[in-house]
């Protein structure tokens, strides 16, 4: 767990005890193949380690960006991998280097690639119902030793869920902290984060974020990789934003074809707008699509709550649309999506990966 003391009032670490190394990376490791991933502020790049001859993933991070220093937002990053080093789901550190501009993290390979990949790809080689399953409480399992440690990941999607392997199926590593924040003591945390389709509707709202965030970005998740879809994509962004407010998502048999009804419950437990009322990780594990056990329950909150509406004492108060709140920034995770394929919407026709119009309101720093 990181240091509480060295976590300031937006949850950012400053302190980590990774040795930074100075010496020439390129004396230590040989860069080979094709990138991994771009955007606009880092690379991947795969490497082998000249004296091992293991294989890595070296990602170089601009320190400054858009003229600003950005070093400590890299080494909060690092400090939050750090305090991860004991989870099995979470990508691992093994070095760090730092030049006049960049700072290079040497990472654990993934040599599966982004479960993306898998959620857009042809049926004989996308995910059957019983892939999620495994990779969904691999997921849970890491988020909720995340948690545990109260450390929420904020950017939770499928370029951010890398595969050990392809072919057989490996195990997950949620990779790209940048986002991350430490809950540790904070009292109250704002920001406007993450990637528009899996944000929480508290996040559109501008209101206190929590581990219950990450949730409801699980729950857009396991919508993606059951169906292909992406539940609340519109058309251009304040059709989306307006998607999350209003939990617009369609549970049709015609999306959800040949898909189990447990794993649609699954799914409701978490897209729900008051964050008290979303399943934990914890919960979730126990949820009868995970664990087998169909007669098992859930807590009553969840299950009383999928389908009723909120009676008018526990309703939340309509939120203003996302265009009229001038503070919304949606600060883009500095996600390396190597994948240009689709994926389809919910409604319309939209690219995935095309970043958002520009609107007066609403500063757009999307890399994808």
């Given amino acids: ?12 670490v400053s302190k980590i005890q990774t040795r930074i190394r100075t010496d020439l990376f390129k004396n230590n490791y040989d860069l080979v193949g ?11 790049k795969k490497c082998i380690e000249k004296t091992t001859g293991k294989e890595y993933a070296a990602k170089f991070l601009r320190k400054r960006r858009k003229g600003e220093d950005c070093r400590m937002d890299i080494i909060h990053e690092i400090a939050v991998l750090e305090s991860a080093k004991s989870n099995p789901f979470v990508v691992s550190l093994h070095e760090v280097y730092e030049t006049t501009t960049e700072i290079i993290l040497v990472l654990e390979c993934a040599a599966g690639g982004e479960i993306f990949n898998q959620c857009v790809a042809d049926n004989d080689e996308a995910f059957t119902e019983q892939d ?33 392997s392809s072919r057989p199926l490996g195990d997950i590593r949620i ?16 920001e406007i984060l993450g990637t528009p389709e899996y944000v929480a509707p508290e ?31 519109g058309s251009d962004k304040q059709e989306t934003f307006l998607n999350i407010s209003q939990i617009n998502v369609d549970y049709s048999q015609d999306v959800f074809e040949g898909v189990s009804s447990l794993a649609i419950d699954f ?81 319309g026709t939209f690219t995935f990966d095309e970043p958002f119009h520009t609107h007066p309101e609403i500063k757009q720093e999307l890399i994808c």
């Fill in 34 to 44: 094709k990138e991994l991933g771009r955007g606009k502020f880092a690379v991947v």
């Fill in 267 to 347: 799914i409701k437990s978490l897209l729900q707008k008051n964050p008290r009322k979303r399943a934990t990780a914890e919960e979730c594990l126990k949820h009868p699509w995970l664990s087998g056990h169909p007669h098992s329950h859930l807590h009553s909150s969840h299950l009383s709550s999928l389908d009723e509406p909120e009676t008018p004492e526990e309703s939340d108060p309509e939120p203003e649309s996302p265009a009229s709140t001038p503070e919304l920034v949606i600060m883009a995770s500095y996600t390396l999506c190597s994948s240009q394929r689709e994926i389809k919407p919910g409604r």
């Fill in 203 to 233: 996040v559109l709202n501008y209101e206190p974020i929590s581990t219950a965030t990450d949730m409801w970005s699980i729950g857009v998740l396991t919508y993606v990789m059951l169906t292909g879809e992406s539940p609340f994509l």
């Fill in 175 to 190: 990779v790209d902290f940048g986002l991350s924040r430490c809950m540790d003591n904070i009292k109250e945390l704002r």
């Fill in 1 to 12: 767990m990181p240091d509480s003391r060295m976590t300031n009032k937006n949850g950012m």
């Fill in 132 to 164: 999620v399953i495994r990779l969904a409480r691999q997921i849970l399992m890491g988020v909720a030793c995340l948690h545990r440690n109260n450390v929420v990941h904020l950017d939770l999607k499928p370029q951010n869920i890398l595969l050990t």
